[in-house]
Structure formats: C-alpha cells, structure tokens
T-cell receptor, first 110, second 114 residues
Framework: QKEVEQNSGPLSVPEGAIASLNCTYSDRGSQSFFWYRQYSGKSPELIMSIYSNGDKEDGRFTAQLNKASQYVSLLIRDSQPSDSATYLCAAPSLGQNFVFGPGTRLSVLP | GAGVSQSPRYKVAKRGQDVALRCDPISGHVSLFWYQQALGQGPEFLTYFQNEAQLDKSGLPSDRFFAERPEGSVSTLKIQRTQQEDSAVYLC????????????FGPGTRLTVT
C-alpha cells in the first residue's frame, strides 16, 4: 500500500510568519509531487508541483523535495489569514494513480 | 478558459435510489479522474479514464458504482441502490496528459443519502 503521510494539524501560525507543511511518502518510485490547497467546502486547487530534488519557488510559496529522505515540504512566507485552509500532498508514481495525504489544516491567526 | 464542471452540485437521494453524477472536463484534457472525499479526509481515488478507455477502476468500492466516458469527453459516475455510506463529496479532475501530471478539480457533487 503506497502511503502519503501528513500531520493533520491544526497548524497555527501568526500572520506574517512562515508556515511549514511536511509530507512523507512511502513509494520510492514517486516521480512528481503536488501540493493542493482546499478551502472548507471547496474542491482542491493545485498550487505547486515539483519534480526534482531541491527547492522550487512561486511567489510566497516554496516547495522542497528530498527524494533520498522521501519527504516534500511546502513553505508559505508572510502567511495571511486567507492562507487558512487544508493543504493536501500527492505523490504519484509514474503510471500510478494519485494518492493523497489526509491533509494538514493550517490556521493563520490575525 | 472554462474549468472542470460538475452537476448537480448537490444531490439528496433516498436509500436505494440510483444517482448519476456528471463531469465535464477542461476542453482537450485527455485524462479524467473520479474521487470520493469524506469529511476531514483527503480525496480517495475511484477510477481513471484516458480518452474513452477506463484504464483503472480499482478504487470503485462496489459493483454498485459504474463510470463511463463514451466519447472521451463528458463522464458520468453512476451509483445504483445508494446506501448511507455513499454519502460524500464526489470530485472529478482532468489532466492534459496521463499520469502523473497536474490534475485540475471540479467543484464536486455533494451526495447525501437519507
């Protein structure tokens, strides 16, 4: 059973701080990694994808991938109350279906 | 451009009724996925189409669940003889190519079985 694990939270950070979300995966064959944001009552929205070891930055978001340690993280700089949501990690293997983690609930406190 | 659309957005069914949920993917997207999401959980894979071919249906929970995509665009997920445990949000996603590329989700259909 391929697994993706996340701390369910809630993770609370003050406005303006850096939020750090972590995800570990069990399948060494995973080739690509995705972070989705899901607001309460809404569907998941793709915010970042990463395919290579290292960091990938997009605005206030940075995804970090370490294939040797089998973890991927998402950093949100200058966190805003509007970032409060559940963040889902997905780590499919080539040709395999998406397995989503349970999600980490982030709360950014004004 | 238009995103993934799903209908109906909400469906209430009495136990034992059949329901049909529709998904209209992003134009030109080859792959289409159905997921089931229970409250407080991540989406759980149900089935996957590449064009009109159903390549994986391993996630369908029982033979009461059936999905089709006859012309390689619109897809329908049908649940026969609904049970209370079928109550969930059903999400559809599409992808420009096959796995493991980015998937884009529709708004979902919230099914409540009473």
């Amino acid at each position: 059973q391929k697994e993706v694990e996340q701390n369910s939270g809630p993770l609370s950070v003050p406005e303006g701080a850096i939020a750090s979300l972590n995800c570990t995966y069990s399948d060494r064959g995973s080739q690509s990694f995705f972070w989705y944001r899901q607001y309460s009552g809404k569907s998941p929205e793709l915010i970042m994808s990463i395919y290579s070891n290292g960091d990938k930055e997009d605005g206030r978001f940075t995804a970090q991938l370490n294939k040797a340690s089998q973890y991927v993280s998402l950093l949100i700089r200058d966190s805003q109350p509007s970032d409060s949501a559940t963040y889902l990690c997905a780590a499919p293997s080539l040709g395999q279906n998406f397995v989503f983690g349970p999600g980490t609930r982030l709360s950014v406190l004004p | 451009g238009a995103g993934v659309s799903q209908s109906p957005r909400y469906k209430v069914a009495k136990r034992g009724q059949d329901v049909a949920l529709r998904c209209d993917p992003i134009s030109g997207h080859v792959s289409l996925f159905w997921y089931q999401q229970a409250l407080g959980q991540g989406p759980e894979f149900l089935t996957y189409f590449q064009n009109e071919a159903q390549l994986d249906k391993s996630g369908l929970p029982s033979d009461r669940f059936f999905a089709e995509r006859p012309e390689g665009s619109v897809s329908t997920l049908k649940i026969q003889r609904t049970q209370q445990e079928d109550s969930a949000v059903y999400l559809c996603a599409s992808s420009l190519e096959g796995l493991p590329y980015e998937q884009y989700f529709g708004p979902g259909t919230r099914l409540t079985v009473t």
